[in-house]
C-alpha cells in the first residue's frame, strides 16, 4: 500500500479504498452458487437450477383434479434440508421418499414455495452488501435485493494509518464448505494486483528518467 501510494502520489486511504473495492468484488465473485465454470449471472442460474433440483428429490406436484391430503412443501423440505449447507441431504432421502414415492403437494402451493426458495439465492454474498453500499461497490440486483443487515464494515483512520474491516454475518457462512479459502484468494488477490502496479508504475517511472 506505502509502495503504491508514493508511485500514485495518494493517500494510502485511498489506495485502501481501492483495495477494499477490489476485495468485495472479487469475494462476491467467487461466493457460492459460484463455481470456476459460473459466476455474475451464470452464478445465479445455478444457484436456481440447485433449488429446483432438490425440491424435485422430494416433492412432486399432485395430479390435476386430486384432491389430497397433500402435504406442506415447506415441512418436507425441512426434514431433508441440511441446516448447514441449505441442500437437500442426500442420505435422508435414500431413507425416505424415493423416485416415484415424493410428497405429493398441490401445484399452485408447490410453484409458489419453489418461487419463494429460489428468491433465496444470493443471501450468502449478501454478507457483503454492507460493505460494498459504503466503498460504492455496486453488486448484482439478486445481490443486493437482500439488504445490507447481514454484514457490517467499519473504516478507521488515526493519521497515517487506516484500517477497512468487513464481515459477513449470514449466520451459516460458517459452515460454508472451503468458503474461508475463497475469501483468502480475493484478499491475496488483491495484495498481488497491488504489487504488480506499484511494480509497473516504478518501472515506467526509472524509464521517464532516462534510465534504461
Same mark, same amino acid.
Given at each position: 500500500?506505502?509502495?503504491?501510494?508514493?508511485?500514485?502520489?495518494?493517500?494510502?486511504?485511498?489506495?485502501?479504498?481501492?483495495?477494499?473495492?477490489?476485495?468485495?468484488?472479487?469475494?462476491?465473485?467467487?461466493?457460492?452458487? /459460484?463455481?470456476?465454470? $459460473?459466476?455474475?449471472?451464470? @452464478?445465479? =442460474?445455478?444457484?436456481?437450477?440447485?433449488?429446483?433440483?432438490? +425440491? !424435485?428429490?422430494?416433492?412432486?406436484?399432485?395430479?390435476?383434479?386430486?384432491?389430497?391430503?397433500?402435504?406442506?412443501?415447506?415441512?418436507?423440505?425441512?426434514?431433508?434440508?441440511?441446516?448447514?449447507?441449505?441442500?437437500?441431504?442426500?442420505?435422508?432421502?435414500?431413507?425416505?421418499?424415493?423416485?416415484?414415492?415424493? /410428497?405429493?403437494?398441490? $401445484?399452485?402451493?408447490?410453484? @409458489?414455495? =419453489?418461487?419463494?426458495?429460489?428468491?433465496?439465492?444470493?443471501? +450468502? !454474498?449478501?454478507?457483503?452488501?454492507?460493505?460494498?453500499?459504503?466503498?460504492?461497490?455496486?453488486?448484482?440486483?439478486?445481490?443486493?435485493?437482500?439488504?445490507?443487515?447481514?454484514?457490517?464494515?467499519?473504516?478507521?483512520?488515526?493519521?497515517?494509518?487506516?484500517?477497512?474491516?468487513?464481515?459477513?454475518?449470514?449466520?451459516?457462512?460458517?459452515?460454508?464448505?472451503?468458503?474461508?479459502?475463497?475469501?483468502?484468494?480475493?484478499?491475496?488477490?488483491?495484495?498481488?494486483?497491488?504489487?504488480?502496479?506499484?511494480?509497473?508504475?516504478?518501472?515506467?517511472?526509472?524509464?521517464?528518467?532516462?534510465?534504461?
Amino acid at each position: 500500500m506505502k509502495r503504491l501510494a508514493h508511485e500514485h502520489k495518494q493517500t494510502p486511504k485511498k489506495v485502501c479504498e481501492v483495495a477494499a473495492k477490489g476485495f468485495v468484488r472479487d469475494v462476491v465473485k467467487w461466493t457460492p452458487p /459460484a463455481s470456476k465454470g $459460473a459466476t455474475g449471472s451464470d @452464478a445465479r =442460474k445455478q444457484g436456481e437450477v440447485s433449488v429446483s433440483v432438490d +425440491l !424435485a428429490k422430494i416433492l412432486t406436484a399432485a395430479s390435476p383434479g386430486s384432491h389430497g391430503p397433500f402435504e406442506s412443501p415447506a415441512d418436507v423440505h425441512a426434514r431433508f434440508r441440511n441446516p448447514r449447507t441449505g441442500r437437500v441431504n442426500r442420505s435422508l432421502v435414500k431413507g425416505g421418499y424415493r423416485k416415484g414415492n415424493k /410428497a405429493q403437494v398441490d $401445484a399452485a402451493t408447490l410453484a @409458489a414455495y =419453489k418461487k419463494k426458495i429460489i428468491a433465496h439465492v444470493g443471501l +450468502l !454474498a449478501s454478507g457483503w452488501n454492507a460493505a460494498a453500499e459504503k466503498l460504492g461497490v455496486k453488486l448484482p440486483a439478486w445481490v443486493r435485493r437482500h439488504g445490507t443487515g447481514h454484514g457490517s464494515v467499519q473504516v478507521k483512520t488515526d493519521g497515517f494509518n487506516i484500517s477497512i474491516t468487513v464481515n459477513n454475518e449470514v449466520k451459516f457462512v460458517g459452515d460454508v464448505k472451503d468458503y474461508d479459502r475463497r475469501v483468502e484468494w480475493a484478499f491475496k488477490n488483491q495484495i498481488r494486483k497491488m504489487d504488480r502496479e506499484a511494480d509497473f508504475l516504478m518501472r515506467k517511472a526509472i524509464r521517464a528518467a532516462g534510465f534504461p
